[in-house]
T-cell receptor
Framework: KQEVTQIPAALSVPEGENLVLNCSFTDSAIYNLQWFRQDPGKGLTSLLLIQSSQREQTSGRLNASLDKSSGRSTLYIAASQPGDSATYLCAGGPSGNTPLVFGKGTRLSVIA | GAVVSQHPSWVICKSGTSVKIECRSLDFQATTMFWYRQFPKQSLMLMATSNEGSKATYEQGVEKDKFLINHASLTLSTLTVTSAHPEDSSFYIC?????????????FGPGTRLTVL
């Protein structure tokens, strides 16, 4: 059974700092991996999807990588801003049409 | 990307009453939808898989008689929380797999916050 772990559980950084959020999964048969953002009391915003044939994806200041052999994914946020403060969730599934298994998230606070 | 809507966005009900939550896929037909719930400060956990034309599949520990799922059409799935209790208070989110729309992403609804008094 797939298990997804995110480290750290919480992170506080000053504005402008580059940071890395980590996600590990137990089953390397993962098909794709998605990173989401969740603001307090809100739903999910999809940030990046890394498909099985890909190793990384970039969107603006965000870069996500996927290493299936080691069971790890990282989300890199460059030049962090207070508006980046949120909980970041990673999730993966064995195929494109199966439910996702979520990590518990990393709660990020960017201090101005 | 695909748009998934949920209604209502929040609901407060008395203990013992039933609450229906709708999940609609607005862009493409979905034979499968997933229902998750999220307790405060916890992550999303899959509750059940809603299947158009057949019974829903429930995860271990989820009472199928309490959480009734009806996949009424290719664009609508409903989750009814029957005889709600305060411990059912949670954030309920549905998702639609993007396979039918040609992508591998999952499209999530905005969620429904249920508070049972």
């Amino acid at each position: 059974k797939q298990e997804v772990t995110q480290i750290p559980a919480a992170l506080s950084v000053p504005e402008g700092e580059n940071l890395v959020l980590n996600c590990s999964f137990t089953d390397s048969a993962i098909y794709n991996l998605q990173w989401f953002r969740q603001d307090p009391g809100k739903g999910l915003t999809s940030l990046l999807l890394i498909q099985s044939s890909q190793r990384e994806q970039t969107s603006g200041r965000l870069n996500a990588s996927l290493d299936k052999s080691s069971g790890r994914s990282t989300l890199y946020i460059a030049a962090s801003q207070p508006g980046d403060s949120a909980t970041y969730l990673c999730a993966g599934g064995p195929s494109g049409n199966t439910p996702l298994v979520f990590g518990k998230g990393t709660r990020l606070s960017v201090i101005a | 990307g695909a748009v998934v809507s949920q209604h209502p966005s929040w609901v407060i009900c008395k203990s013992g009453t039933s609450v229906k939550i709708e999940c609609r896929s607005l862009d493409f037909q979905a034979t499968t939808m997933f229902w998750y719930r999220q307790f405060p400060k916890q992550s999303l956990m899959l509750m059940a898989t809603s299947n158009e034309g057949s019974k829903a599949t429930y995860e271990q520990g989820v009472e199928k008689d309490k959480f009734l799922i009806n996949h009424a059409s290719l664009t609508l799935s409903t989750l009814t929380v029957t005889s709600a209790h305060p411990e059912d208070s949670s954030f309920y989110i549905c998702s639609v797999p993007g396979g039918a729309g040609g992508t591998d992403t999952q499209y999530f609804g905005p969620g429904t916050r249920l508070t049972v008094l």
